[in-house]
């Protein structure tokens, strides 16, 4: 599975941002999904993560409220829509595929993909 993110940019604190992840192959329906981020002098941080189906979806704490994760098994896509953006949510986030579940994602100890990542800035 390759995967591609897209959409980050520059957006004022407050704001809202779609990041897309695209992915190549015929497996990606059954596939976890999910996102990272990592700030700079930062280790990498979990941010949410949506089961194949996309019926089971699991948040960081720091996004809980804010960032919704979905996902399009039909264009081999998933999303994160981030609202009330916050200065530190500044960072270059990365999609991640794997065949655990969400929660098991979110420790990051057998990701089986990593796809290249999206800057995204939030200004203050």
């Known amino acids: 599975v390759q995967l591609q993110a897209s959409g980050g940019g520059l957006v004022q604190a407050g704001g809202s941002l779609r990041l897309s992840c695209a992915a190549s192959?015929?497996?990606?329906?059954?596939?976890?999904m999910g996102w990272f981020r990592q700030a700079p002098e930062k280790e990498r941080e979990f941010v949410a993560a949506?089961?194949?189906?996309?019926?089971?979806?699991y948040y960081g704490d720091s996004v809980k409220g804010r960032f919704t994760i979905s996902r399009a098994n039909a264009k081999n896509t998933v999303y994160l829509q981030m609202s009330s953006l916050k200065s530190e949510d500044t960072a270059v986030y990365y999609c991640a595929a794997d065949r655990g579940t969400p929660e098991t994602m979110a420790t990051m100890r057998d990701v089986d993909y990593w796809g290249k990542g999206t800057q995204v800035t939030v200004s203050s």
């Open positions: 949506i089961s194949w189906g996309g019926g089971s979806t």
């Open positions: 192959g015929r497996s990606f329906s059954s596939y976890v």
